[in-house]
């Protein structure tokens, strides 16, 4: 792997869960790496116990005061602060790009339609994956590109996503360039709140629906992002991305046996849009 990249997994109080690290060094991925925490968890020394030289420790304070939380709390148990870290921190390391991953996936699959079925193929070459996304990620002139998550394809083979090939959002998954930076915004639900609030300013930012990564259940996995979501449900989540965009973004109900309540983005409101050539003006001339 390129000598000029690394992978960040940003984690919090699951030391000995931290399932990534793993997964990586089996599926073929020979690069650089490092645990990324903040100096409020208090097992930052059985991380570095684990881990050692591979664990970087960032100021959660201090970042916190460098970006728009959108509230009042001064609860920081969210993600969004190593997210916002990562950028100074791979800047220090003498990067040209990095890749934030969360601690908790169990493989990265190829995702295909084979004799008419839709089927999921195991990469076991992540480090040719890796080149070619951050190739994408310089040919797009995008702000990050993603790997898409299970849930980008419900629906099986007929997922219109799947067929899309790319998304105008990016979550889970950011690959990033040092130079290109961009900040996280919102306390919760950083990842919806940062594609909408940049999308909306022409930004790019894409998921590759042809790679998906595969993780634990949010709220099956004590420590990291779950408490908070215990806590406060998706309701309160979801309205987060509201508030960066009233004009385009509802809360709705999502599901049916286990119904919960989730964001609904209107893309036609969101992000700039190229016009058909069918829908041109003539000249006065034409229209007299």
């Known amino acids: 792997m390129r000598e000029d990249f690394a992978v960040f997994i940003l984690t919090h109080g699951r030391a000995d869960r931290v399932k990534t690290v793993n997964t990586l060094l089996k599926r073929g991925y020979t690069g650089k790496w490092y645990i990324v925490l903040d100096n409020e968890d208090d097992s930052v020394g059985e991380y570095k116990k684990l881990y050692g030289d591979n664990v970087i420790v960032f100021d959660k304070l201090a970042i916190s005061k460098t970006f728009d939380t959108a509230d009042l709390a001064g609860d920081r148990r969210t993600i969004v602060y190593a997210r916002n870290a990562s950028f100074e921190i791979a800047k220090q390391l003498g990067l040209t790009y990095f890749l934030e991953l969360d601690d908790?996936?169990?493989?990265?699959h190829f995702r295909k339609v084979k004799d008419n079925k839709f089927i999921q193929v195991e990469c076991k070459q992540l480090d040719r994956l890796f080149e070619d996304m951050l190739q994408f990620l310089d040919a797009s002139g995008a702000l990050t590109v993603a790997l898409a998550q299970g849930g980008d394809f419900i629906g099986g083979k007929d997922n219109a996503n799947f067929k899309k090939g790319l998304l105008r959002k990016a979550m889970n998954t950011f690959f990033c360039r040092v130079d290109r930076p961009f900040q996280f915004v919102g306390r919760v639900n950083e990842d919806v709140n940062t594609y909408v609030n940049l999308g909306m300013r022409g930004e790019l930012l894409f998921t590759f629906t042809k790679a998906s990564i595969v993780q634990v259940s949010t709220q099956s996995s004590k420590g990291g992002m779950a408490d908070m979501y215990l806590d406060s449900g998706t309701f309160a989540k979801s309205f987060y991305t509201v508030m960066y965009s009233p004009s385009?973004?509802?809360?709705?109900?999502?599901?049916?046996?286990?119904?919960r309540l989730h964001h609904r983005i209107n893309w036609n409101a969101t992000t700039p849009l190229i016009l058909s050539d069918r829908h041109k003006k003539g000249g006065r001339d034409e229209w007299r």
Request: proline share 0%; glycine share 6%; aromatic share 12%.
């Open 248 to 259: 385009s973004v509802t809360v709705a109900k999502m599901g049916s046996k286990h119904a």
């Open 104 to 108: 908790d996936y169990t493989t990265f």
